[in-house]
């Protein structure tokens, strides 16, 4: 089992940048290919990006591509989304998730199996 603790979050202004981490418990992260997603109110919860066990192969949605990085630390557990040039319509709920999976990881949120308690992200234009 995987718990995920996201931080980071917080207010920012249009054009400025944030860093999320997710630390993940337990002794198998390598295991586990990690996601991000987001949800505004009255949103369905959205695929942000995803990277694969070792971080060799990572994915974005079109919303996102060019702006947000996400990257990983086995040894610390950890995974990273790095978001500049914030726009208004990033302000949403983020979530890290892991799902046991070796290949490409899913863009699907309902396909993870362990999802942290969210941080906020507000972006004021």
């Known amino acids: 089992q995987v718990q995920l603790v996201e931080s980071g979050g917080g207010l920012v202004q249009a054009g400025g940048s944030l860093r999320l981490s997710c630390a993940a418990s337990?002794?198998?992260?390598?295991?586990?290919?990690m996601g991000w997603f987001r949800q505004a109110p009255g949103k369905e919860r959205e695929f942000v990006a995803t990277?694969?066990?070792?971080?060799?192969?990572?994915y974005y949605a079109d919303s996102v591509k060019g702006r947000f990085t996400i990257s990983r630390d086995n040894a610390k557990n950890t995974v990273y989304l790095q978001m500049n040039s914030l726009k208004p319509e990033d302000t949403a709920v983020y979530y890290c998730?892991?799902?046991?999976?070796?290949?490409?990881?899913?863009?699907?949120?309902?396909?993870?199996?362990?999802w942290g308690q969210g941080t906020q992200v507000t972006v004021s234009s």
């Open positions: 998730a892991a799902v046991n999976r070796v290949g490409a990881p899913p863009p699907i949120y309902r396909e993870y199996d362990y």
């Open positions: 337990g002794r198998t992260f390598s295991s586990y290919a």
């Open positions: 990277i694969s066990r070792r971080g060799g192969s990572t």
